[in-house]
């Protein structure tokens, strides 16, 4: 689950930088640009791949609880 935060964290981060750079707010070279946007969407892509495994351990964490106590709720 930190994992997760970290990669949506780095992505709000790099992204800032991303639209910074949109609106001229700040001024990077071309090659750099298009790092720190491919870094931006690389953490997105982290984030997003660590939810979906932390929804899937959640999901086999609570079958397994509920196999051994069937009448838990």
Do not use: E
Not at 5 to 16: R, S
Not at 26 to 52: C, E, M, Y
């Amino acid at each position: 689950m930190i994992g997760r935060q970290l990669g949506y964290f780095g992505f709000l981060a790099y992204d800032a930088l991303v639209w910074a750079n949109a609106v001229r707010f700040i001024t990077l070279k071309p090659d750099t640009a298009k790092a720190v946007n491919k870094t931006s969407n690389r953490f997105w892509l982290a984030g997003i791949s660590l939810s979906i495994l932390h929804c899937i351990f959640k999901v086999r964490v609570n079958h397994h609880f509920r196999v051994q106590q069937p009448h838990a709720r």
